[in-house]
């Protein structure tokens, strides 16, 4: 089964820190910014974003988790329905700037659901998406990143597999694979 | 996996250990949500649940209502005093009267042992045991054992005790089932003539000294004496079982242990619990009802997702 690397340990790395130069560009001391990582993938980068964040700014920066289980769209219309995991907003989101965070964005409908939980905890003043992977021409719905590690064009029948040191993994490794292989 | 083995939640004896496990770590992030500034998840958006209660219930039906609001459910409610069921209307046309009407789910009370697994064998609807007679309460041993778990981290190996009425407590069987499958160690305690006659059968430890029953437990379950079920005299008076079987302050300091108090309601203070017990810190009795919306959360969402 074919297998595409995308981005390595050393390649995330060099990508990573770029985003946060970005983020930093637009946020400033991220006084009035806070980051939402979206469960379960998305916590990973958020915490080793948020780390390079605080380390380069020097500041506390706000983060949370968010878990868009309740709020999806495809609840009874899928096979076996997705797990739950914890949601964890200990800050209030009213008038800050929101800074969402995936690893893939695909067909967009997570991030929908996502804008539905987030607006559970308060009213933003600004949000935007960040994701490590954009998979071009795949969207079902008008969202797209603001911030891009690497864009991608794949098929629909393709996966993009991200492995990541904070979960266990022997190194970091984001793949392009065929969806039977596991 | 992060489905039910079972299309219906009919009793505890019915589902296994990964059931309870899931049912648990969902109704973790539903307590969550329900205690955010907005407690409303658009889940159950499309799901159309009837609340189909033949006995009378008030927290159990408020606590399953509210879970059915919070989770974005249509719900009706249907109770059977002054309905169909007076004139006649045998239980299967009632409730298919109600299905007829594109109901998704029902959540239902009767007073006959049985009646929802009954309903489960004609139905197409999932359905949700709210208690049938002196048989099982599901939802009300799920969120004791919930409660229960999130002061412990875990049942396993814990000692529970449940004391008082067991003879007609539907209580008391499922929370049997549910401790067991969770691992803790399990003991009834009540005057001979409450407990069941062949209860030991069930592996659970039978004592009848309430002293000795507290001396031996970690968590104790208190039960209400259930006066209504009773037909015949099975103590001499309530002042000679409050007597004997009362729990008080001083009863529980005299223990050289801190223990964890549980009533599933309603109490009769002064009866099985006194005051001084059921509003001290040894007693979770609110933590269980405001679990309780969250386990029924679960329980609803986890069935309805159920293909």
Redesign the interface.
């Known amino acids: 089964m074919q297998r595409k690397l995308i981005l390595d340990t050393e390649l995330l790395n060099i990508t990573v820190d770029r985003l946060c130069q970005q983020l930093i560009e637009n946020h400033g001391n991220f006084e009035h910014t806070a980051i939402l990582g979206l469960q379960p993938k998305g916590v990973f980068l958020a915490e080793i974003i948020h780390e390079k964040l605080e380390a380069a700014t020097g500041t506390k920066i706000d983060l949370g988790y968010l878990?868009t289980?309740?709020?999806r769209d495809d609840?009874?219309r899928r096979?076996?329905?997705?797990?739950?995991?914890?949601?964890?907003v200990p800050f209030i989101i009213e008038d800050k700037n929101v800074v969402i965070i995936d690893d893939v964005l695909f067909t967009g409908r997570s991030v929908r659901a996502a804008l539905?939980a987030m607006?559970?905890?308060?009213r933003p003043r600004k949000v935007e998406l960040l994701v490590l992977v954009n998979r071009k021409y795949s969207r079902q719905l008008p969202i797209e990143p603001d911030y891009i590690g690497r864009e991608v064009n794949t098929m629909a029948w393709q996966k993009v597999l991200v492995e990541l040191k904070a979960q266990g993994f022997k190194n970091n490794k984001i793949w392009l694979i065929n969806k039977e292989e596991k | 996996?992060?489905?039910l083995s079972q299309k219906h939640l009919l009793g505890i004896k019915n589902i296994n250990r990964k059931d309870i496990d899931l049912i648990f770590?969902?109704a973790?992030?539903?307590k969550?949500?329900i205690n955010?500034?907005?407690k409303?998840?658009?889940?159950l958006r499309?799901?159309t649940i009837a609340n189909v209660f033949f006995e009378n219930s008030t927290r159990t039906k408020l606590s399953f209502e509210l879970a059915e609001k919070r989770?974005s459910a249509d719900v009706i409610n249907f109770s059977s005093s002054g309905s169909s069921v007076k004139k006649g209307e045998t239980l299967l046309d009632t409730v298919n009267n109600i299905l007829a009407m594109k109901v998704d789910m029902v959540v239902m009370r009767h007073g006959s042992p049985g009646a929802p697994h009954f309903l489960s064998k004609h139905i197409k609807a999932n359905i949700v045991n709210a208690g049938d007679g002196t048989h099982e309460h599901p939802t009300q041993a799920l969120l004791d054992t919930f409660s229960i778990h999130q002061k412990y981290g875990s049942l396993e190996g814990l000692k529970v005790a449940i004391i008082g009425d067991i003879l007609h407590s539907r209580v008391a069987i499922s929370n049997i089932y549910a401790l067991q499958k969770l691992g803790a160690e399990v003991m009834v305690c009540g005057p001979n003539t409450l407990l069941p006659k062949f209860i030991s059968s069930l592996g659970v430890k039978v004592e009848l000294d309430v002293r000795k029953a507290l001396e031996w437990c970690d968590v104790a379950n208190v039960l209400r004496i259930q006066l209504e079920r009773q037909h015949i005299k099975y103590f001499p008076s309530l002042r000679e079982y409050s007597l004997y079987y009362g729990i008080d302050k001083k009863m529980l300091d005299s223990l050289n242990k801190e223990i964890t108090i549980l009533h599933p309601g309603p109490i009769n203070r002064g009866v099985e619990l006194n005051s001084d017990v059921a509003d001290s810190d040894h007693s979770i009795i609110l933590e269980q009802v405001e679990n309780g919306v969250a386990v029924r959360m679960a329980v609803l969402?986890?069935l309805?997702?159920v293909?």
Request: aromatic fraction near 14%; proline fraction near 7%.
């Open positions: 878990d289980t309740f709020y609840f009874r096979e076996t329905p997705v797990k739950a995991n914890a949601t964890k539905d607006i559970a905890f308060g | 996996m992060s489905q770590e969902t973790k992030n539903f969550e949500v955010r500034p907005i409303k998840v658009p889940s499309d799901v989770l969402y986890l309805a997702g293909s």
